[in-house]
C-alpha cells in the first residue's frame, strides 16, 4: 500500500486522465446530443447551429471512442483487472444491493465489505462499457452509413442510441450526485478527478476487501 | 390553376408536393435517396426541399427512417366530392396499385387485389370504377406509333418530316417530365408527346366519357388513385385542361387510399372480387407491365413490332429490358414491312432519374446510339413510387 500522509493510492495517473477524456467528451456529446436531435435552439447556437453542433458531437464521438482504446491498449493488465472485479458478483455484493450501500434511509442492515469497487459502481461500470459499446455501435453507421443503409435501420440505431444515451445520462448523473456530492462519498471525487489519493481510515471502511489486500501486501 | 382543386400551379411551385415536417431528425438520409439534391441541410440540421429542384417523386418520403415527411393530401377534396350528391365522381386506379394495396391489410407483397380494390372504391362512394389500364393501352398505341413514326423521320421514308427526332423517351413519368424540363429543357423534342395514362384517362373522363354517360364535365371529378406522389403535381399542370376543365381533378395515393378504407371500417379483407366498371375499362397485358422498370419499353416495343412487321409476337418477351439494373440496354430486330428491311432498334432503360443524365448528354452530343429510351424516376418503377405503402425491412 501506498501511503502519503494517511491516504492509499485508489486511480493511476493514466486512469484518472483517461476518466478526464471521458468525462468531457461525454458531457460535450450529451450536450450537443440533445441540442441537435431535440432542436434546442440555445444548446445548438453555443456551438454555431445544428449542424456545428453535429460536427462537434462526432468528433468530440471520436475522442469518446478514442481515449478510452488508447487506455486499453496502454494498461491492458489494469483494465482486465478492472473488467474482473465489476463482473465479480459475490454475496457481499449481493448485500451491498439489499441495503444499498445504506444510501436509502429506510433500507437498513449491515452493509457487507465490499472490492475496490463496492456493487454500485460495478453496476455503473457495466453499464458504462456496455452502453459505451452499443452507442459506438449505433452511432458511427448513423454518422458514416447514413447514406446507404436501410432507413429501418437508421431508425433503430438512433432509437438504441437514444435510449442508451439517456440512460447512461441519468447514470453519470446519478454517479456524480454520489461522487462529488453525496456527504458520505464525495471524498471519491479528488480521487478520480484530482490526486488519485483517498484518506486510507474511509478506504478501509468502504472498500474493506480491497484495503485488506493492500495491507497484506505490505506485510 | 383556377379551376380543379384549388391547389394552384403557383402554390405547387412555391410549396411544392412533399414537405419535411417538424419531425424531421435530422439523420441527412434523404440527402442521399433524392434524384435531384433538392434537399438541403446537414447532418444535425432540419432539412428542407427547395420546390424549384424537387421533381415530387416522394422517393425521400418513402425512406425517411422516422416518416417526417409527407406530401400534400387531397383527400380532404376527394371526401367532399363523394359527399356532394351533384358531383358525378369516377376513379381509376394505376396498374401499381392492385398489387401494392394489399400490404396496408397485411397481405404478402405483391397480392394482386384488383377485385376487392374495385369493390372497395365502390363502397366510398365512386360513382363510377374505371381502370387506368385502359389509358396505358392508349398510351402505348401513342408512344409506338410516333415511335414508328420517328424512325421513319430517320431512315427517310417519305411523309414523315414532320415527326420528332430519334431517340425518343417516354413521357409516362411526371418525376422524369420534371427533370427534362428543369434540367435538360434541349431534350424536350425527343420526349414523346404522348400524355401518361393518368392524363389520358382524365381526358377521356371528361370527353368521351362524360358525353357517354350524359354527365357535364363540370358536373364531373376525376379522381385517380397512384403509387406516385409527382402525379400531384402532373395533374394540376395548367395544359392538362382536354374538355376545359381540368383532366384529373384529385389524386391520391395507395397509402391514402388504404387510409380511406380503413377510415370508413371497410373490411377489405373480406369484401368480394368485383369488377371495374366496363365503358372504358377493357385493357390488355402490355398496360399492366407498366408499373415497372422496361413494362413500358417492352409494352412500346411489342406494340412497334407488330405494327412496323405486321406480324403478332405471340408469347415472345423482351426480358432483357426489364431488370434492376439502373441503365440496361438491347437490340430487337424489327422485320419493317413498309420498307422491305429489318431495322435494328436499339433501346435503353432507365431506372433512376439520378442515372439518366449521362444518358441525356450522350443524346445531345450526337454519341447516342439508342432509338428509344424509357425514363422511370423510382428504382424498379412505378411499383416503388413514393404513394405506396411504407416498408420498414431492416435489410
Known amino acids: 500500500m501506498s501511503e502519503v500522509r494517511g491516504k492509499v493510492l485508489k486511480h493511476g495517473e493514466q486512469t484518472r486522465t483517461m476518466h478526464w477524456v471521458h468525462l468531457v467528451a461525454f458531457i460535450i456529446l450529451a450536450l450537443t446530443g440533445i441540442g441537435f436531435y431535440f432542436n434546442i435552439g440555445f444548446i445548438n447556437n453555443m456551438f454555431g447551429g445544428g449542424a456545428n453542433a453535429s460536427m462537434v458531437h462526432r468528433w468530440a464521438g471520436v475522442v469518446f471512442v478514442v481515449g478510452p482504446a488508447l487506455y486499453i491498449l496502454l494498461n491492458f493488465e489494469r483494465f482486465a483487472r478492472f473488467v474482473d472485479t465489476i463482473t465479480t458478483i459475490t454475496k457481499d455484493d449481493i448485500g451491498w444491493l439489499k441495503t444499498m450501500g445504506g444510501y436509502i434511509p429506510f433500507l437498513k442492515g449491515e452493509v457487507p465489505p465490499q472490492d475496490k469497487y463496492n456493487a454500485g459502481q460495478k453496476m455503473l461500470g457495466l453499464i458504462i462499457i456496455i452502453g459505451c459499446l452499443l452507442l459506438i455501435l449505433t452511432g458511427f453507421p448513423m454518422w458514416l452509413w447514413r447514406a446507404v443503409v436501410p432507413p429501418a435501420f437508421l431508425a433503430f440505431c438512433y432509437s438504441v442510441h437514444f435510449w442508451v444515451a439517456a440512460i447512461l445520462i441519468l447514470a453519470v448523473c446519478g454517479h456524480f450526485f454520489l461522487a462529488a456530492i453525496h456527504p458520505k462519498s464525495r471524498v471519491e471525487f479528488a480521487s478520480m478527478m484530482i490526486d488519485g489519493y483517498i484518506d486510507a481510515e474511509i478506504s478501509a471502511h468502504h472498500n474493506e476487501k480491497w484495503f485488506n489486500t493492500l495491507e497484506e501486501v505490505k506485510e | ?395
Open chain 2, 1 to 395: 390553376m383556377e379551376e380543379g382543386n384549388g391547389l394552384s400551379t403557383a402554390t405547387l411551385a412555391n410549396t411544392g408536393i412533399i414537405q419535411v415536417t417538424k419531425k424531421c431528425k435530422s439523420c441527412d438520409h434523404c440527402t442521399s435517396i433524392c434524384p435531384t439534391g433538392a434537399i438541403h441541410g446537414k447532418l444535425g440540421q432540419k432539412h428542407h426541399i427547395d420546390p424549384k429542384l424537387c421533381i415530387n417523386c416522394g422517393q425521400c418520403l418513402i425512406n425517411c427512417p422516422f416518416g417526417a415527411i409527407t406530401d400534400t393530401s387531397m383527400v380532404k377534396e376527394v371526401k367532399k366530392a363523394l359527399a356532394d350528391p351533384s358531383k358525378y365522381v369516377v376513379v381509376q386506379e394505376a396498374p401499381a396499385v392492385r398489387v401494392a394495396l394489399g400490404e396496408e391489410f397485411g397481405m404478402d407483397p405483391g397480392t394482386n387485389v384488383k377485385g376487392k380494390m374495385y369493390a372497395s372504391l365502390r363502397k366510398l362512394g365512386f360513382d363510377k370504377v374505371y381502370d387506368t389500364e385502359f389509358a396505358a393501352d392508349l398510351t402505348i398505341m401513342e408512344e409506338g406509333t410516333e415511335l414508328i413514326h420517328r424512325v421513319f423521320k430517320a431512315v427517310g421514308a417519305p411523309g414523315y418530316e414532320s415527326s420528332g427526332p430519334l431517340p425518343q423517351f417516354t413521357s409516362c413519368c411526371p418525376a422524369w417530365i420534371k427533370y427534362a424540363e428543369d434540367h435538360y429543357p434541349a431534350i424536350l423534342p425527343n420526349l414523346s408527346s404522348a400524355k401518361s395514362p393518368q392524363q389520358m384517362f382524365g381526358a377521356v373522363a371528361k370527353t368521351y366519357v362524360a358525353e357517354k354517360l350524359g354527365v357535364k364535365p363540370a358536373d364531373m371529378v376525376s379522381v385517380s388513385v397512384m403509387p406516385c406522389t409527382a402525379k400531384k403535381y402532373e395533374c394540376n399542370r395548367p395544359e392538362m385542361i382536354a374538355s376545359g376543365y381540368q383532366d384529373v381533378d384529385y389524386v391520391i395515393t395507395t397509402r391514402e387510399l388504404a387510409d380511406m378504407i380503413k377510415e370508413k371500417g371497410i373490411d377489405f379483407n373480406s369484401l368480394p372480387n368485383e369488377e371495374a366498371d366496363r365503358l372504358v375499362g377493357a385493357s390488355t397485358g402490355a398496360a399492366t407491365i407498366f408499373g415497372v422498370t422496361g413494362g413500358v419499353m417492352e409494352a412500346a416495343l411489342r406494340t412497334a413490332y407488330e405494327l412496323l412487321s405486321g406480324q403478332s409476337l405471340g408469347k415472345v418477351e423482351f426480358k432483357s429490358v426489364r431488370g434492376q439494373k439502373p441503365i440496361r440496354e438491347a437490340t430487337v430486330e424489327i422485320p419493317i414491312k413498309d420498307l422491305g428491311t429489318t431495322l435494328p432498334v436499339k433501346v435503353c432503360v432507365v431506372t433512376g432519374t439520378k442515372y439518366v443524365g449521362r444518358v441525356i448528354e450522350d443524346v445531345l452530343a450526337g454519341r447516342s446510339s439508342y432509338h428509344f429510351i424509357e425514363v422511370m424516376n423510382c428504382p424498379g418503377g412505378c411499383i416503388n413510387g413514393g404513394g405506396q405503402p411504407i416498408r420498414r425491412d431492416m435489410y
